[in-house]
């Protein structure tokens, strides 16, 4: 993140998307993800900053063989936001931006968030995290096996969740849909568990629907695909998942033991 970020004018929150993931490689699907809007009724809610964010600690998986390193993955990163950028020419103000962080719960990279951009932000801001990721992800968040014990979960949670004035940090989660990790049945009963219900019902947690195309993407197919050297059912190629800039780049760096 390189510059101090502005609320809209007349606005005292600062909404910024905070789309988390490995990124190996990034896809088509993290592009829509990033470009996704922000899922409200009023005209005057829009996110102000779209951020790109890396964790070189991830709680559920490690660096393999034959894996992007961390550098690898945020030059990738690089050409994805600038992608991102000429999506929006329309939009010169557009904010995008990449970043690294050693924290792998999300609960975490909120609060370490939150400190970086309150010190570069007018007190009076409040800053909003949105943080958008696929129902892959968001069934981890509330998986009591990534938490100390169940009510360190429920506590986590909390914090994340509850608005400032009540003691929390105010984030949010949006998630998109994706029919290769949860039904509708799935998707159904999942929102309807009482850990998850409650932060449905007041908005803090949001479900999108992206392109049917890249709803289907993911890294892992880009990678089997290259390491196949077959097509997918879905795609002629693995190049058909990545924007060109990031297809060149794997390409000219022979990752994922390219040809």
């Known amino acids: ?12 929150t ?10 190996n490689p990034p896809t088509l699907a993290h592009k829509e ?6 899922p409200t009724n009023s005209s005057r809610s829009a996110y102000q900053a779209r951020l790109l964010l890396l964790s070189v600690r991830n709680a559920d998986k490690v660096l393999k063989n034959g894996d992007a390193t961390f550098v690898q993955r945020v030059e990738m990163m690089i050409h994805l936001a600038e992608d991102l950028a000429e999506s929006h020419q329309a939009q010169p103000s ?11 719960s999300f609960v975490g ?21 949105a943080f958008v990721l696929g129902t892959d992800t968001i069934t ?17 949670i909390r914090h994340f969740f509850l608005e400032p004035s009540q003691g929390g940090e105010g984030s949010e989660i949006v998630c998109a849909r994706r029919s290769s990790t949860l039904s509708q049945e799935e998707e159904y009963k999942f929102l309807q568990t009482e850990e998850v219900k409650q ?6 947690v949001k479900m999108i629907d992206i392109g ?47 040809p």
Not at 14 to 23: A, E, N, P, Q
Not at 140 to 156: D, I, K, T, V
Not at 199 to 204: H, L
């Open 1 to 12: 993140i390189e510059e101090p970020i502005a609320a809209e004018r007349g606005s005292s």
């Open 14 to 23: 600062l909404l910024i998307s905070v789309l988390d993931s490995s990124f």
């Open 33 to 38: 993800l990033a470009l996704s809007e922000y």
């Open 94 to 104: 557009v904010n995008i931006a990449v970043a690294v962080i050693d924290e792998p």
């Open 109 to 129: 990279k909120s609060t370490k968030l939150q400190a970086y951009l309150r010190s570069r932000v007018p007190n009076e801001t409040q800053i909003k995290l």
């Open 140 to 156: 981890r968040f509330f998986a009591p096996r990534f938490y100390p014990s169940g009510e360190s979960m429920l506590q986590s």
């Open 199 to 204: 932060w449905v019902d007041v908005s803090a």
């Open 212 to 258: 049917e195309e890249e709803a289907k993407m993911s890294s892992t197919k880009v990678r089997e695909g290259i390491q196949n050297r077959e097509n997918s059912r879905e795609f002629s190629s693995w190049e058909d998942m990545c924007c060109p800039s990031v297809a060149r780049y794997i390409k000219e760096q022979l990752l994922y033991n390219i």
